[in-house]
């Protein structure tokens, strides 16, 4: 999804938002130096050429600069073997979002860091897709209950809590999703939405009791009763929240990174890239309409 909207130049770079008078500059939030294309943003950039440095020189022997993207791309794919073209995508992607995260954040991660992590997720893509195709599966057909997206406008948080009463440990998992499926972030915040500004939300559980709980008017009496009152105020601040239930099956990536988290697997961090741990589930999820 990230490689068709950076080819079709739907990111919101700086010079697509100068264009569109959202903005008072088109130049390159990190080098200053020069208009924010995509191309620019994910090849020409010295910052994101320290990314590419740590990488395959034949990639880097490939591609000359000055280019928009989709020819970037063209060339990677006409001159290099397809796992290197993966990792052109998944490198490019993560470059965006690094530099997302420079503007929003004000973090800046290492280039050999990103190369590194480009590298892990297309490890874990290929073993996934080698896993598929040794146990000689057909493509698995459609679960009967599938994630939904949500309507176009609206963002679909899903959440879900996993509990270990022996250990005393709790993990809660939210990821958040526009219409098209897009992955927005995977957090343990419902204020996320407030500060993303994030007004028409969906929030989607697969814990019924809490579903009912906080739709209801009446004041909540059980042992829980002040979190229900207290997300019931939060939503009150997101003009148009709405809270609903849905299967396990349709809630299988939060309840995943809650898990995650019970067990420790994943840190208490916020991401704006897909944790390794429900990287597969988005990615089939992705693939809506379902029945
Ligand atoms: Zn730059």
Redesign the pocket.
């Given at each position: 999804m990230f490689l068709w909207r950076a080819c079709h130049n739907l990111l919101p770079t700086k010079a697509n938002l100068f264009r569109r008078g959202i903005c008072d500059n088109n130049l390159?939030p990190?080098?200053q130096?020069?208009e924010?294309t995509v191309g620019?943003?994910c090849w020409d950039?010295?910052?994101a050429n320290d990314v590419w440095g740590e990488g395959s020189i034949k990639l880097q022997k490939c591609v000359s600069g000055g280019r928009e993207f989709m020819e970037i791309f063209q060339m990677v794919k006409n001159r290099c073997e397809m796992a290197e073209v993966e990792l052109f995508a998944i490198t490019a992607r993560r470059i965006w979002i690094r530099r997302n995260e420079y503007i929003h954040e004000g973090s800046f991660t290492h280039p050999s860091h990103i190369m590194r992590e480009a590298n892990n997720a297309l490890a874990y893509f290929q073993k996934i897709n080698d896993k598929t195709v040794q146990q000689g599966r057909p493509a698995p057909k459609p679960e009967r209950i599938k994630w939904q997206p949500p309507p176009q406008g609206r963002v679909k948080i899903n959440w879900d809590a996993a509990v270990d009463g022996n250990n005393k440990s709790i993990g809660l998992g939210i990821i958040a999703r526009n219409d098209k499926g897009w992955f927005l972030a995977a957090l343990y915040a419902v204020t996320f939405c407030r500060e993303e500004g994030y007004r028409s939300t969906i929030f989607e559980g697969d814990a019924l009791q809490v579903v009912n709980d906080v739709n209801s008017t009446n004041q909540c009496q059980s042992m829980h009763g002040h979190l229900i009152e207290d997300i019931k105020v939060a939503l009150q601040a997101l003009n148009q929240a709405c809270f609903t239930h849905a299967k396990r099956e349709a809630n299988a990536a939060a309840h995943a990174l809650a898990v995650g988290a019970r067990n420790h697997v994943i840190d208490t961090m916020r991401w704006s890239s897909i944790p390794s741990c429900i990287y597969g589930i988005v990615r089939r999820e992705e693939s809506f309409p379902s029945s």
């Open positions: 390159c990190i080098c130096r020069e924010e620019h943003a950039c010295p910052a």
